[in-house]
C-alpha cells in the first residue's frame, strides 16, 4: 500500500508542479491585462521544438539548448504582447478580441512548426537519465528534475513578485490598473514583461511536458487545457493560489487514475470545475466579485 | 501675473467620443487651496483624470509651470509632479498599508526619499504607524481614505489633486481628512480639491469654481459664494 502511495505522490506532484508552470504564466497574464492568452499552449509547445532542435538537429549542449528555448519563449510572448495585445488595449471589447486573436496566433504557431518540424512525434532530448528507488517505487530522475526546476521556477517567481520594484508594479498593476499608473507605473512595460515572463515559463513547460511524453505541434493543448482547469478551480489571476491548486489537481489526478483507472484521470477533473463553479465560482482562492450597479 | 502652477486652457474631455468637459480653463497658483465644487455627474472627476492623463483631451492644452503636458502618458505626469489621488481610494487591496504607501513612492526620485517621506506621512496620519502590516482590503472606509492621501503624499510632487476626500465617510471621519487637508496647505502645498460639500470647503478655499454639467458657471472666492444664495440655489440645489 506505501509503495502505491509513493507511486502516486510522486507521479502527482510531478504533474501537478509541471501544470502548476504553465498557469503561473497564464494566470499572471490574465491578472495583469484580463487577457486568455490562447496561443499559450503553441508557445509551450514551441519552446519544446526549440530546445529539440538546438539539441538534437543542431548536436549542441542542453545548456545552451534550455535556455535558447526559454528566450524565444520569452521573445514569442513579447512579440504577442506587440502583436495582438498592444493594438486593441484600447478598444472597448479588448477581452473578447485579444482572446480570439491570441486563438489565431496559436493557430498559425501550430502550422508553422508542423511545417517546420512535421507531424511525426519527436523525442525530446532534454532528459535527466537514471532514478532513484524509494521503498521499492522507481522514481525517474527526469520526474525528479522536472520537480525541483518547477519548484525553483515558482520561488524565482515569488521573488521577484514580492522582493523587487518591478514585481511591486506587476502586483500594483493586477490590483488596480489605473492606480498603478498614478502612481507612475508604465503600465505598457508591466504588460510586455508579463507576457514574456508568461512565454519564457511555457517554453520550460514545454520542455518538460514533451521530456515525459513526445514532441508533435499539437501537444500544447493538453497542458492549456490543464492550466485553464488549474486557473479555473484557484480563481483567475490568482497565482498563489494556482500553483497550490496545480499540485492539488496533479495529486488529484493521480490517485483518481490510480482508484478508478487511467481513462477517468481527465474526467475527475473536469467533474471538480464544474463543483468548484456551483460552489464558488470565483474560484478557491479567487476574491468574491461585488458588482456594483 | 507669475505663471500659475497649473493652467487648464480650454479642454474638452470625456468618453466614447462624447464630451463631459465642454472647453473648460481654471487656473491654480503655487501655494493655494482650489476647491471644484457641483453635483455629482458633472465632470469634477473627469477633469481630474483628463490632468492626470488617465484620459485624453479632445481638445485644449494642460500645462504645469509652463510646460505642456496633456500629451504626456500618466506615468511621466507623475513624475512631472502631478500626484491625483483617485476617488474611492483605489488602493491594492492585496498590499498591506506599507507595500501601499511604498508604491506611492514608486518612481525613482520619490523612492529616493522613501524613508524621510515615510515618517513624514506616519507623524501626520498616525494610525496609518498603527496599520502599517495590515492588508488593505480590511480597513475601514476613514483609514482606506487615509492611506490614499499618505499613498498620494509618499510620491512628494508639486500639485495634490484630492477627488471627494469626504466620500461616504462619517462626519468626524471628515473633520479629520479636512485636518490633515488643512496642515498640507499650512505646510505650503498647492491643492486642487473636488468636493460636493460647499459648506465643508467654503471658508477654507481661496478659489471655488463650480462646475455644472462640464462647464465652469462660477467662480470666486469662498465667502462670496456663500453670500450668493441665488447660486447656491440653482446649482446646489440649496
Known sequence: MSDVLIQIVASGLTVGAMYAVSTIGLSLVYGSLGMLNMAHGAVLTFGGYIAYYIITTLGLSPLVGAPAAVLVGAALGLAIYVVAALPLLRTRAFETSVFIATIGIGAVLENLMLKLFGAYPLPQPLAAPGGIIVGRVHIPAQNILILVVSLALMALVAVLLQRTRIGRAVRATAQNREAAQLMGVRVGHVYALVLAMSGALAAVSGIMVSSLTTLSPTMGADPMLKAFIVCVVAGLGNIYGAVVSALLLGLLEAIAQYVVGVRFGFATLLILVIVVLIWRPYGLFGRRQVVRL | ?238
Open chain 2, 1 to 238: 501675473m507669475a505663471e500659475p502652477l497649473l493652467l487648464v486652457d480650454s479642454i474638452s474631455a470625456g468618453y466614447l467620443g462624447r464630451n463631459v468637459l465642454h472647453e473648460i480653463s481654471l487656473q491654480v497658483e503655487e501655494g493655494s487651496l482650489v476647491a471644484i465644487i457641483g453635483p455629482n455627474g458633472h465632470g469634477k472627476t473627469t477633469l481630474l483624470r483628463a490632468v492626470s492623463g488617465l484620459l485624453g483631451l479632445h481638445g485644449g492644452r494642460i500645462a504645469l509651470a509652463g510646460a505642456d503636458i496633456h500629451r504626456r502618458r500618466p506615468d511621466e505626469i507623475v513624475a512631472a509632479g502631478i500626484i491625483h489621488v483617485p476617488q474611492g481610494d483605489m488602493l491594492f487591496p492585496d498590499m498591506t498599508v506599507l507595500e501601499n504607501l511604498q508604491m506611492g513612492a514608486y518612481l525613482p526620485a520619490a523612492a529616493a526619499r522613501m524613508n524621510q517621506r515615510l515618517d513624514e506621512v506616519f507623524a501626520l496620519l498616525p494610525k496609518l504607524a498603527e496599520r502599517r502590516s495590515q492588508v488593505a482590503s480590511t480597513l475601514s472606509g476613514g483609514e482606506r481614505r487615509m492611506v490614499g492621501i499618505g499613498r498620494g503624499l509618499m510620491a512628494g510632487g508639486r500639485l495634490l489633486m484630492l477627488d471627494e476626500p469626504s466620500l461616504g465617510l462619517a462626519p468626524i471621519l471628515i473633520d479629520q481628512i479636512y485636518e490633515v487637508i488643512l496642515r498640507l496647505r499650512a505646510a505650503g502645498r498647492t491643492i486642487v480639491l473636488v468636493e460636493e460639500n460647499v459648506a465643508r470647503v467654503a471658508d477654507k478655499a481661496d478659489r471655488i469654481h463650480l462646475l455644472d454639467n462640464g462647464r465652469f458657471v462660477w467662480e470666486g472666492a469662498g465667502s462670496e459664494l456663500m453670500s450668493r444664495p441665488e447660486i447656491l440655489a440653482t446649482y446646489l440645489g440649496g
